[in-house]
């Protein structure tokens, strides 16, 4: 459908080229033929009546026949085409009948008529048409006017001869032309469809992309680019760089390199931005030959997420390495820790043999720790009901010494709330969160409280929510709570809270903390539920 719109453009544009050029040459074909000298200068002599009038229909039809085609009336393009052709065929043969023939002024019509004929009619039906004028001049000629003499023989066969050759060149002129021009719309379509998919790479892309042009002005953005700006009021014109973030303009007048990256620390913010713009790494690339620059915006904190966690992933791997070398010559140390025991009857001594017992054991926790956050065992899923399950959870997890005095409250919770989790893992989930409630989470009376909720989450995640009622966490330690072997306590592992996340993340879930604005602290995991009508469907 779209080649042929193309097409049809193209007939009307040559339908409306060769009208305009058939008007031009008929209007000064009339003029001169009303000249009062014409009858000497074109040597017609008696017949300056009747060719005046056919000159005078002539431009008359043309200028016609040029209104009807800004109109394009009628509709179809192919009618304009062959009624042109005929009717300039009708008018020629006229011109050179009352003109004195192929020998008179008007000889060279057939060949402008050739010309626009391979224009507008192309290949076979240009070249029938060719051999049909050929036919009608060689009648023409052998009537010879109305008092013109016979002319030659040969004149008349050099002038066919002339004809076919005008005819053959412009038909491979036109073809040439008609080639080109197809390639050029092929061209353009395919430039305008790179040009789409560019502008939508760029618009897809999780790295901010701003397109300056010479005088540092915007010209084209991408969503994360604004959004990373703060630059509230975007708009289809060019706007400079310096009202989307004067930090940014101050970084491109400070920074004359390009191709290198640079970060842009966070300020008090701009005037038509946002309160507070985050730190930014941005980097600057030139196009070679063109006058537009390309600033690559990426959010500096997410960056620095990033690398933290490549290095905690490292640090993991690490210590899983240390901790399998560990485990054998600890157990060892234990084993001979025990044997001397039992051998020693000094009561000071025993008491650091105790000691040695519990750090042995320490190490020995941590150990087993790592190795399990290390070599997680896949996740065995099945439907939970947490009406049922919370409740016996916590009758076994209230056995453990140190949370046999937590108060430990369950929200009412929906018979319908099925979560789609690992039970093992989800109950060591609990079991670790409980435990570091009950080292942090002292309340003013010195009790231990907890209160764990649950309802629906969105159409296809459950919330389960953990509170205490204790002192809260601090904002530095809140932001590093989830990182292994960081601990408040001294004698703790600094592995119970990563391993929360990684149990919760290999049951397609995760798990975040804040601080309630009363007072304690807040754990929400996000895991997915089950529903029994898509298990049956």
Not at 221 to 245: C, E, M, T
Not at 389 to 418: E, G, N, Y
Request: charged share 20%; hydrophobic share 50%; proline share 5%.
């Amino acid at each position: 459908m779209v080649s042929e719109s193309i097409q049809q453009d193209g007939s009307w544009r040559r339908l409306w080229g060769v009208s305009a050029y058939r008007l031009l040459i008929a209007a000064a074909i009339a003029v001169l033929v009303q000249l009062p000298v014409s009858k000497n200068f074109l040597d017609i002599g008696a017949r300056n009546h009747p060719l005046s009038v056919v000159t005078l229909v002539a431009a008359g039809m043309s200028l016609l026949y040029l209104l009807l085609l800004l109109m394009k009336f009628p509709g179809q393009a192919r009618w304009h085409l062959w009624s042109q052709v005929l009717v300039d065929t009708v008018l020629v043969l006229l011109l050179l009948h009352y003109g004195g023939g192929i020998t008179g002024p008007f000889s060279i019509l057939p060949f402008l008529l050739l010309v626009s004929v391979a224009s507008l009619l192309r290949g076979k039906g240009a070249f029938l048409f060719v051999w049909v004028l050929l036919l009608l001049l060689v009648i023409e000629s052998l009537q010879g006017g109305m008092a013109s003499l016979h002319p030659l023989f040969g004149q008349l066969f050099i002038y066919i001869l002339a004809l076919v050759a005008v005819a053959v060149l412009a038909d491979s002129l036109v073809r040439s032309l008609d080639r080109g021009n197809r390639l050029a719309i092929q061209r353009d379509q395919e430039l305008f469809n790179l040009n789409v998919l560019n502008q939508e790479i760029v618009q897809q892309m999780d790295v901010g992309v701003l397109v300056l042009d010479q005088y540092n002005r915007v010209i084209l953005s991408n969503p994360i680019a604004r959004k990373l700006s703060g630059y509230r009021f975007w708009g289809n014109v060019p706007v400079a760089i310096d009202l989307v973030q004067a930090r940014l303009a101050a970084m491109l007048i400070k920074n004359q390199d390009d191709d290198h990256e640079v970060l842009v620390p966070s300020g008090s913010g701009d005037p038509a931005s946002r309160d507070q713009a985050q730190s930014l790494m941005v980097r600057k690339i030139a196009l070679p030959g063109s006058p537009f620059r390309l600033l690559l915006l990426r959010d500096a904190s997410v960056l620095r997420a990033m690398e933290r966690e490549a290095q905690l992933a490292a640090l993991g791997r690490l210590a899983a390495n240390i901790a399998h070398e560990i485990r054998n010559p600890l157990s060892v140390i234990r084993h001979a820790a025990n044997l001397l025991d039992e051998s020693m009857e000094n009561a000071s001594s025993r008491h650091l043999f105790e000691i040695l017992e519990r750090e042995t054991v320490r190490i020995n926790a941590i150990v087993e720790s790592v190795l399990e956050m290390a070599r997680p065992g896949p996740a065995h899923l099945e439907p939970i009901a947490l009406s049922s399950w919370l409740p016996k959870l916590l009758v076994q997890l209230q056995a453990d010494p140190q949370l046999a005095d937590m108060h430990v409250l369950v929200q009412d919770v929906s018979m319908s709330l099925l979560i789609y989790a690992d039970p093992a893992q989800l109950r060591q989930v609990v079991w670790n969160l409980l435990h570091n409630t009950a080292q942090y989470a002292v309340d003013e009376d010195g009790l231990v409280r907890v209160e764990i909720s649950a309802e629906r989450y969105g159409k296809e995640q459950i919330m389960l929510t953990l509170r205490d009622f204790g002192p809260g966490i601090r904002p530095e330690v809140m932001e590093r709570i989830f990182e292994p072997f960081f601990t408040t306590n001294s004698r703790g592992t600094g592995l119970g809270l990563p391993m929360v996340r990684e149990l919760i993340q290999m049951n397609s879930g995760h798990v975040i903390c804040e601080n309630h604005p009363d007072r304690g602290a807040i754990f929400r995991i996000f895991l997915p539920c089950w529903d029994p009508h898509e298990e049956t469907a």
